[in-house]
């Protein structure tokens, strides 16, 4: 187990990129725990700290560059999204045997629900038994002043009211205010300041147009620390789950809340899910957007696309379907 620049670079090596201020510090204070468990199980491995943000998107770029094939993400959805970038800079360079796997030491802990991985140790025991399942990767292309940018999402991408709490949670992470309870309040607070965006929204070759609540644009099924907004998504089968969230009472919102985390509330006469291949999004005025978690920028264009099975990642389902 070594850490620096001066590791040696193996291709059956797990290479683990932790970031060590995930879920408020935790993950670097567990950090010589958890490799503990990785050598237990045998785990061949060096790792990096990251020291900033977009730090991990830069370290699994070097990491393939040199030859690596095996990631290890320890942090949460965000620390997962950082590596994945850094591994699809060029998709055309990343191999067939390429592998993720995570151990979740986020706040919100997303992407693992899909996938059955329970808990650290959970996580673990899967990487060791090398269980994985080939993986659709999202991507949006948005419009910024210095041009088109691109940006991947594992999990789920998120437009409108979605965004908007996302900036403010990253507002208060500046202020010193982290964990579970800082979402809680910046999901209230934005709820009540909140206006729907002017929007147009084309997919499955339909137009939606007006004044839109909040998208979100699912692989896989959860976010927000456990709420089902994208219940139709797939994470294998080729295409984007849209959950489109039309103009909205306030009020309606609160008594409906719940459904959230079952996935029901798709039955609201203001909610439309589908499945589809592309979404583009226009607007007049610039509008927030997310990737799995992360705050990325204001944009009044974005078009969604994926890259179908493209890596392998660790489950802990039974089975891929």
Sequence with gaps: MIEGDHQIFERDKWY??????????????????????????????????????????????????????KFIAVGGDGTLNEVINGLLRNEDEIANDTTVGIIPLGTGNDWIKTHGIKDIDHAIEMIAHGKTVKHDIGYVEYNESSG?????????????????????VEYARDKGNKGKFAYIQALIQTLFKYASDELKVIFNGKEISGRIFNISVGICNFNGGGMKIAPLAKFNDGLLDITLVKKIAKIKIIFNFMRLFDGSFIKLREVMAERTQEILIESKKSIYFEVDGEFIAKTNFAKMNLVKGVINTITGLDQSS
């Design 16 to 69: 683990v990129i932790v970031n060590p201020e995930a879920a408020g510090g935790k993950a670097g204070k567990q950090w010589e725990t958890i490799s503990g468990k990785l050598s237990t199980y045998g785990i061949d491995f060096f790792f990096r700290f990251t020291t900033h943000r977009g730090h991990a998107i830069q370290l699994a770029v070097d990491g393939l560059k040199k030859g690596c094939s």
């Design 148 to 168: 088109i940018e691109k940006r991947y999402f594992i999990n789920v991408a998120g437009f409108c009211f979605d965004a908007a709490v996302v900036k403010q």
